[in-house]
């Protein structure tokens, strides 16, 4: 009888302690939320006043046929388990999307993903170490200037980000995300329709504004996800914990 309220005081605990990270987490991603709006809002805004743009951020590169091109998955794991499935699913999304292309490069984040593949004698490229239960801005742009900087030199022709997003506290769904390149349609017209009859002018140039502001994009589009599964996470813990 002791043993079991030994033990239900440590799930009690690491619930608490979940539901605490959970909240603050979710206060992270929607502190800096504005800012990447505004970033994705100027990118659309270029792309709607120049449609005839050619940046090697849309480079889609049809020249290379499909089994030839080399792609990159960004995989998002936890560092610790007693979370139910949310591991073993997007581990193993991963296996399946890495098994349709014979050219690809593992980046991965938290160390249940990395001892996974190495177990499996799966190769992994670039481990992020202590990235999975603490998100930030820092980390999310280290690894956006080096997937940006892999594709903008060739040696990736695309890049993806497997991450767990959480719909609900009932349901969290594997998820792939395509950063690079970018999908002109992705980007919706402003609202503000009136606003595309002015003449706009890009200083120094539009090419040396997208230089800047894609960058910005893809590390937005990186903290998200990481935050979305750090989130999915503690809620998936706290699923195990409550039903033990």
Known sequence: IKSVEQTLKITNAMYLISSSNLRKARKQLTDVE?????????????????PEIDHIFFDKRPGIPPQDRKIGYIVVTGDKGLAGAYNHNILKLAEQRMSQNPHTSLFVVGQVGRTYFQE?????DVEFLYTAQDPNMSRARDMAELV??????????EVYILFTKMVHSFRMEPTVHKLLPLDPDVFPPCEDRDSYHR????????KV???????????????????????SE????????KSS
């Not at 504005?34 to 120049?50: A, R």
């Not at 960058?215 to 996800?225: L, Q, R, S, W």
């Open 199 to 206: 003449d706009v002018t890009y200083v120094p140039s539009v």
């Open 34 to 50: 504005p800012y990447f709006q505004k970033i994705e809002t100027t990118i659309s805004d270029i792309l709607h006043h120049s």
């Open 120 to 124: 499996h004698g799966i190769p992994v």
């Open 234 to 241: 503690q809620n998936a813990r706290m699923t195990a914990m």
């Open 209 to 231: 504004v997208m230089d800047r502001l894609v960058p910005g994009y893809v590390k937005g589009d990186i903290f998200g996800a990481l935050v979305e599964s750090y989130c």
């Open 148 to 157: 940006t900087e892999h594709f903008v030199e060739g040696r990736l022709d």
